[in-house]
């Protein structure tokens, strides 16, 4: 694909990490995309992979485009838009999707034309989740910047159940120093801390509650993560230097408290710090709810030791489907094939729903085929007979293949011939038993 083909959207970066999950999730939802990275080779590649178009030149990738994404890593952003925005088309839309608002707001409305609209933008996840359903994103318009697009992007949004929230770009900078300067800090703080005091990890899991397996779930999740986009984060955003320095004085001033037995003022502290938070019960509720589901898979699993289950890798999205052998608090064992087993991480896995189950099974597995006659009343409407045979478990299908009234059936008779199939080669034995326990007679 050539750098001359129009798209609807262009995304600057778009081979990587969240550009690259953006132009995939626009692309399944028949949108055209076209991406652009300074490596040809791979970018063509991904591009081909995706179904988008490529180009390595990020002006000429702009020419025909109703919608431009600025996705280059934080860093980069405010010079890339320098030197892209300025050549965006007439009436196009131009946003971003960097953690800070201020800086690549006011690239843009510095050197996006005058009659092009600029939408700075935030989406809260990473390129792990597997839609925007549920997911938070954050828009901050810039007045007189925008016009028939916002609509547009609203309605998008709406439609794919994201929660939408319009903020300005100061305010938005002001309360991520907080939802993520400080929450990142903090965590690298408490990891760097564990590793300093020389504490195994895994050790201190056993002796845990689960509100702290769960802290510690997301501390890993974190400094497991790119260090330099976190770096990039800390960086950014300026107003993160004064949380940081915040965070540091509080803790001094708590650390103090205890060493010098000033029980009252720390008691105090954490009364009117409780006190601002206000929202005691709803926190409850919110941790009961991830404590119970962290422990819920489990239960299931070992509900169903013997039985069939399907479960799904998060990461890899492989499905294995298998009778559950053994199950502890953190693996479950699983009989494949009736031989082969495999070890899963319960925390890496999903369990399927009998419906998803189902039909992994009907387009993965082999179905065993076999006819079946049944000798009826002439009056009998084949259709409900099929009905019948549908219902019983084993039966993935049925069709009725033949109706037959000659010589070798009474005269207020006839025989009806069923195909059906079904998972197991010795299923039939189970629906013929049945068939026969309703009174029909096989012929």
């Known amino acids: 694909m050539t750098c001359d083909e129009k798209s609807?959207?262009?995304?600057?970066?778009?081979?990587?990490?969240?550009?690259?999950?953006?132009?995939?999730?626009?692309?399944?939802?028949?949108?055209?995309?076209?991406?652009?990275?300074?490596?040809?080779?791979?970018?063509?590649?991904?591009?081909?992979e995706i179904g988008a178009?490529?180009?390595?030149?990020?002006?000429?990738?702009?020419?025909?485009?109703?919608?431009?994404?600025?996705?280059?890593?934080?860093?980069?952003?405010?010079?890339?838009?320098?030197?892209?925005?300025?050549?965006?088309?007439?009436?196009?839309?131009?946003?971003?999707?960097?953690?800070?608002?201020?800086?690549?707001?006011?690239?843009?409305?510095?050197?996006?034309?005058?009659?092009?609209?600029?939408?700075?933008?935030?989406?809260?996840?990473?390129?792990?989740?597997?839609?925007?359903?549920?997911?938070?994103?954050?828009?901050?318009?810039?007045?007189?910047?925008?016009?028939?697009?916002?609509?547009?992007?609203?309605?998008?949004?709406?439609?794919?159940?994201?929660?939408?929230?319009?903020?300005?770009?100061?305010?938005?900078?002001?309360?991520?120093?907080?939802?993520?300067?400080?929450?990142?800090?903090?965590?690298?703080s408490i990891a760097s801390t564990i590793k300093k005091l020389d504490v195994s990890v895994k050790r201190s899991r056993e002796f845990a509650s689960p509100v702290y397996n769960l802290m510690l779930d997301m501390i890993s999740r974190i400094v497991s993560q790119n260090p330099y986009l976190y770096y990039s984060i800390q960086e950014s955003n300026e107003i993160n230097v004064q949380t940081r320095r915040t965070l540091i004085d509080e803790s001094i001033k708590l650390c103090?408290?205890?060493e010098e037995g000033k029980v009252d003022e720390f008691i105090n502290n954490m009364k009117n710090s409780a006190k601002h938070l206000?929202?005691?019960?709803?926190?409850?509720?919110?941790?009961?709810?991830?404590?119970?589901?962290?422990?819920?898979?489990?239960?299931?699993?070992?509900?169903?030791?013997?039985?069939?289950?399907?479960?799904?890798?998060?990461?890899?999205?492989n499905i294995h489907v298998g009778i559950v052998k053994s199950v502890t608090s953190n693996n479950v064992t699983l009989i494949k094939d009736n031989k082969n087993e495999v070890k899963l991480k319960i925390s890496n896995i999903r369990i399927l729903s009998d419906d998803e189950l189902y039909k992994w099974k009907t387009e993965n597995i082999k179905l065993?085929?076999?006819?079946?006659?049944?000798?009826?009343?002439?009056?009998?409407?084949?259709?409900?007979?099929?009905?019948?045979?549908?219902?019983?478990?084993?039966?993935?299908?049925?069709?009725l293949i033949d109706v037959y009234t000659g010589s070798q059936i009474k005269d207020n008779q006839k025989s009806l011939t069923y195909n059906y199939k079904t998972f197991n080669k010795k299923d039939n034995i189970k629906v013929e038993n049945y068939i026969k326990a309703t009174g029909a007679q096989i012929r």
């Not at 962290?294 to 169903?304: G, H």
Request: aromatic share 8%; charged share 25%.
């Open 53 to 188: 178009s490529y180009s390595d030149n990020n002006i000429e990738a702009i020419q025909y485009s109703k919608i431009i994404i600025f996705a280059v890593p934080i860093e980069y952003m405010v010079d890339t838009i320098k030197e892209v925005a300025p050549h965006a088309p007439q009436g196009s839309l131009l946003m971003d999707v960097t953690s800070v608002k201020r800086r690549p707001a006011e690239a843009l409305e510095k050197y996006a034309p005058e009659n092009c609209e600029i939408l700075p933008c935030h989406p809260m996840f990473g390129p792990r989740v597997p839609s925007i359903d549920g997911q938070v994103i954050i828009i901050t318009p810039l007045k007189n910047r925008y016009n028939q697009y916002v609509e547009k992007i609203e309605k998008y949004l709406n439609e794919h159940n994201a929660k939408l929230v319009i903020s300005t770009p100061e305010e938005h900078d002001k309360i991520m120093s907080v939802v993520q300067g400080l929450t990142h800090f903090s965590y690298i």
């Open 368 to 399: 065993y085929s076999y006819d079946i006659s049944i000798l009826t009343p002439k009056t009998a409407d084949e259709n409900i007979l099929k009905d019948i045979i549908s219902k019983i478990d084993e039966i993935v299908s049925v069709e």
């Open 256 to 258: 103090n408290y205890i």
């Open 8 to 48: 609807d959207v262009t995304i600057i970066g778009g081979t990587r990490g969240l550009g690259r999950w953006i132009a995939e999730d626009l692309i399944n939802n028949n949108i055209s995309v076209k991406i652009t990275s300074r490596n040809k080779s791979s970018g063509e590649q991904i591009a081909k």
């Open 278 to 317: 206000d929202e005691f019960e709803d926190a409850l509720g919110r941790s009961d709810k991830a404590i119970s589901i962290l422990t819920q898979d489990v239960r299931y699993l070992k509900e169903n030791i013997g039985n069939e289950v399907g479960l799904k890798h998060q990461y890899s999205n």
